[in-house]
């Protein structure tokens, strides 16, 4: 992982002083582990879960919000405040910081969409097909939230067919028993972690 980091670390910024990077992938496919391992294999970097910006009633259809509380301060090197979202209650909370650290990471489904592609450093995807990955989420979440993840898929089907992500990744992350295989993505340009990967063989394991 500290491959990675460091990669990451040296790449110019993305979003005013902040290098963007997102982490996308199918509900249930491991966002959330593997960016709580990268941020602290980047010193703390500070994390934003999608789940705190999106809601029930708008499950993708959470763009203006996340450009407003969140890149925009950040593009001026600000400390941004976005309200989570409780899904239990229903509601959002109150404002919570996000500095604009040298690296911060964005992760949650729909992390690398169109609009947010232009402000980010790297667009990691988590390879694990859709299926499996939904498996593993039902299973997670539990029966009470049986009828909920039967809208989510629907949703989630009509969103990446219409804005895919994994065909701009940079880099594709795969689990594996020794930790993480990262390896160039279809959208991958010459950088810094090419460099890399290539020097440790054909992939690299962080």
Do not use: N
Not at 41 to 59: F, M, N, Q, T, Y
Not at 88 to 106: N, Q
Not at 182 to 197: D, E
Request: aromatic residues 8%.
């Amino acid at each position: 992982m500290h491959h990675l980091a460091t990669a990451l670390q040296g790449l110019p910024p993305s979003c005013g002083p902040v290098r963007l990077v997102a982490v996308d992938g199918h509900a249930g496919s491991g966002k959330t582990t593997f960016a709580g391992r990268l941020a602290a294999a980047l010193g703390g970097a500070p994390v934003l879960h999608l789940d705190d910006i999106a809601s029930h009633e708008e499950l993708f259809d959470w763009t203006g919000r996340l450009l407003t509380q969140v890149i925009k301060p950040l593009g001026r090197g600000e400390t941004a405040h976005y309200s989570p979202y409780d899904w239990r209650t229903r509601r959002f909370g109150p404002p919570r910081p996000l500095p604009a650290a040298p690296v911060v990471l964005v992760e949650g489904v729909g992390a690398g969409r169109r609009a947010l592609r232009p402000y980010l450093a790297r667009l990691l995807w988590m390879e694990l097909p859709h299926e499996e990955s939904w498996a593993r989420g039902r299973i997670r979440d539990g029966a009470e939230q049986r009828d909920f993840w039967v809208r989510w898929v629907a949703a989630e089907r009509d969103h990446f067919a219409e804005d895919p992500s994994r065909p701009h990744a940079d880099l594709l992350v795969t689990g594996t028993q020794q930790g993480y295989e990262v390896l160039p993505g279809p959208g991958s340009t010459a950088g810094p972690y090419q460099g890399v990967t290539h020097r440790d063989g054909p992939s690299a394991v962080c």
